[in-house]
């Protein structure tokens, strides 16, 4: 391991866990994650809980609630307490205009997420963050797992070099890359924005790479040959270097919580020929700082 890398994985690594009054909070792994008890997402949360939760978000960035029976309600209420709702774009032809259904059947060729992403980066103004609810999974032991990867970390593990290099660059996110393979309704206007390459979380000013595989599709300063070089040594690195990564291990009634703006995702289609089936989310964020 090159010094960088050590030092800031020991930067991470040694942040004091906050205590909490109204909750309990355990640890995905150090840098990544973490599973939230004591919480019942049906009842109307207190302010101080609620603050809580802020805090494990802003720390953890990844929250995981077991066991929860909540209805739609319920789960546009929680979300709402964190920002604006965020209308599923296109719109989904039936049912409530905020809920994402996230449904895989034997007859799925691919499914939804299938990729490290963030969602909605090629909007000028992306999600703060996403809720999953999941209430059908595979048999157990039988995958649908979600994988969630830090992006502070996954900067602040470049070398010094690299990092002054991404500071000064910009990358153009496409909606257009992200749709291959799936046609949009006709009067679905395809989103592509371009977005500081090097950007700064809202809450903390801590610095993130943003760039994603699923969106990200050119750096403007460069030459074509020389962009995806760059992009593709940092898809490669955001999805080969384990020690940004955490794993859900979803079981039913679980909903997680990931901030959009400093982890991306990945939805594991290794379950065929099992269903599984939940509905998202999502929260609205401001443009991207950086
Ligand atoms: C997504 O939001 O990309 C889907 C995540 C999942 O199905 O685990």
Known sequence: MESYEREALEAITTRPVHNYRTLTLERITPVLGAEISGVDLSENLSAEQLEEIRTAFRDHHVLVFRDQTISIEDHKRFASAFGELRPVNPA?????????????????????????????????????????YITEIPEPGCGGDTLFANMHLAYDMLSPTMRALLDQLTAVHDGAKALAGYTPPADYVIPKTEQPLVARHPETDRKLLYVNKAYTSRVPQLAAR?????????????????????????TPGTLVFWDNRCV???????YYPFARYGQRVAINGGAVKG
Not at 103 to 121: E, I, K, P
Not at 264 to 270: F, G, R
């Open 264 to 270: 991306q995702h990945h939805a594991t289609y290794d």
């Open 226 to 250: 020389e962009s995806e070089a760059l992009l593709d040594m940092l898809f490669d690195t955001i999805a080969c270097t384990p020690v940004l990564h955490c794993r859900v291990r979803w």
């Open 92 to 132: 989904p032809p039936e049912g409530d205009p905020y809920i994402l259904e996230i449904r895989t059947t034997s007859a799925a060729a691919n499914v939804a997420g299938n990729g490290w992403h963030a969602d909605g980066t090629a909007d000028a103004e992306p999600s703060l963050g996403s809720m999953l």
